[in-house]
């Protein structure tokens, strides 16, 4: 399989890849040819992880990566022949009756929510060089996101949910953020929530970076035997969501309805839950943001 990977890749435009294997099986000898030899492996191995989770694989993601690149030089505009339309939806000022009136509506569906929580992301550009969920919502209690997050999906589950029913929370993690995440989650104690009820899904490694408008991978310029790579995006939750069987599990098991989907440093997505869910079920949606 690596080898065909490797043969596909080539035909693809990436023998750049692999013209440092040979140079360097060229240059050395004995004990050096094994530490060589381990590199290539290792390099192989990630090649075949990256082609494993991209939907398509690499060689699917180098054609549309072409074609991306390829319209951007043109200078093609992707929304051409779009119009912009208002979407359905309601406005409302805070204190009405209508505003009333329908948060009552999403208070009763609180309890058949499950939560999603995109947390793949450093606070690097904030100086903090830990997963964003541990930074504080305010100054005044320290509260960090996470913690808030926990506090919320229990306060509406003793609330709003059946007896013993638990509310679930599904949070996508990257390489960068997992260990910190689960150490957070693990020190406090899930802050509150049952382990059982929170599941962990990760991005995995990225997409390799691009070079140039050919698609040409960017090889690492400290270690010519592994790929730079980058953050795929938020957008990879529905897929692992599908792929893991989260959602599924959650309508079998928990009688789930709505997925609330929110980002990790946005605490303030909840303030407005209940109205959302409100109009969601007036309006019957099965989207709204």
């Known amino acids: 399989k690596e080898r065909a990977l490797i043969q596909e890749l080539i035909s693809s435009g990436q023998g750049h890849l692999f013209e440092e294997w040979v140079d360097a099986m060229m240059e050395c000898d004995g004990g050096d040819k094994k530490d060589v030899r381990k590199a290539v492996r290792r390099m192989a191995t990630q090649l075949k992880q990256l082609d494993a989770s991209y939907p398509g694989g690499l060689k699917e993601y180098i054609e549309k990566a072409k074609k991306l690149l390829n319209a951007s030089k043109a200078g093609e505009n992707p929304l051409q022949d779009w119009e912009p339309s208002i979407p359905s939806g309601e406005a409302f000022e805070l ?35 830990s997963a964003k969920i541990g930074l504080p919502t305010e100054i005044t209690t320290g509260t960090s996101y996470i913690q808030y997050y926990c506090e919320y999906i229990k306060a509406i589950q003793n609330k709003c949910a059946e007896k013993k029913k638990l509310l679930p929370l ?81 309508e079998r098991r928990h009688g789930i309805k709505w997925v609330v989907m929110f980002q990790d440093t946005n605490g303030l997505a909840f303030h407005s839950l209940p109205l959302m869910l409100g109009v969601s079920v007036t309006k019957d949606f099965i989207m709204n943001s």
């Open 95 to 129: 204190g009405t009756k209508q505003y009333t009136k329908t948060e009552k509506v999403g208070i009763k569906e609180l309890g058949s929510c499950g939560f999603v929580l995109v947390a793949g992301g450093l606070g690097e550009r904030l100086g903090y060089s």
């Open 170 to 250: 599904c949070i996508m993690v990257s390489n960068d953020t997992k260990k910190a995440t689960e150490q957070l989650l693990q020190k406090n104690k899930c802050y509150g929530l049952k382990a059982k009820q929170i599941t962990l899904v990760e991005q995995g490694q990225g997409v390799p970076a691009l070079e140039d408008n050919n698609a040409k991978f960017v090889v690492d310029p400290n270690n010519p035997f592994k790929l730079v790579t980058k953050p795929h995006g938020h957008g990879d939750i529905h897929a692992l969501l599908y792929s893991k069987g989260v959602t599924k599990y959650w």
